[in-house]
């Protein structure tokens, strides 16, 4: 009986390593693929298209004039053209 709790908590530990694994793997990706003119959605709701790519920043012009400088980490997301 322990040795088939033992077995499954061992398994969820694989599975929730696993998936933090992917996590951080897709969010990688996701930043490397960052380009200059990408619309992008932060984790804090905000919209905008990338003006400038640092080594660890972005800057983001939310509307005409109006510029943030951002975490790369702080992306959720890169718009395509039909989500706009």
Not at 26 to 34: F, G, Q
Not at 52 to 63: H, K, Q, S, V
């Amino acid at each position: 009986m322990d040795l088939i709790l033992l077995a499954v908590l061992a398994a969820m530990i694989l599975l929730l390593v696993n998936q933090n694994r992917k996590r951080k793997r897709d969010a990688a990706n996701l930043v490397e693929t960052l380009q200059v003119g990408s619309n992008v959605i932060l984790h804090a709701g905000i919209k905008g298209k990338v003006i400038a790519i640092g080594e660890d920043d972005l800057e983001i012009e939310t509307t005409p004039g109006t510029k943030l400088k951002v975490l790369k980490q702080a992306v959720r997301a890169i718009q395509t053209s039909e989500e706009n």
